[in-house]
Nanobody, 126 residues
Framework: QVQLVESGGGLVQAGGSLRLSCAAS????????MGWFRQAPGKEREFVSAIRWSTGTTVYADSVKGRFTISRDNAKSTVHLEMNSLKPEDTAVYYC???????????????????WGQGTQVTVSS
């Protein structure tokens, strides 16, 4: 069983920064890619960023490009999301997700990920 645990959320003023982390565990954890999604109240879950374990290839939503940076630590099975220049519209619950090893490429849709964390709240005040 794969477990994903997010950390690092909190309350920050507009223009500030936060660093989210997602630690993956499980007896034989392996996946092809890790992604971050977010869901604001009353809105659908949306893609934020993703990274492939093997190559480090990354992809970002246009809304966060240039402000957010995703990285991975293969040895620790951990993925980070560095969020800078935060805006009130970044307020949401942020979810970490893992794609099964059989999947190719980097998914940007929720249904391309097989395991999910519980989420961590990010609130940006204006």
């Amino acid at each position: 069983q794969v477990q994903l645990v997010e950390s690092g959320g909190g309350l920050v003023q507009a223009g500030g920064s936060l660093r989210l982390s997602c630690a993956a565990s499980g007896r034989t954890f392996s996946s092809s890619a890790m992604g971050w999604f977010r869901q604001a109240p009353g809105k659908e879950r949306e893609f934020v960023s993703a990274i492939r374990w093997s190559t480090g290839t990354t992809v970002y939503a246009d809304s966060v490009k240039g402000r957010f940076t995703i990285s991975r630590d293969n040895a620790k099975s951990t993925v980070h999301l560095e969020m800078n220049s935060l805006k009130p519209e970044d307020t949401a619950v942020y979810y970490c997700a893992a794609a099964a090893v059989r999947r190719v490429g980097i998914g940007v849709r929720s249904n391309e990920y097989d395991y999910w964390g519980q989420g961590t709240q990010v609130t940006v005040s204006s």
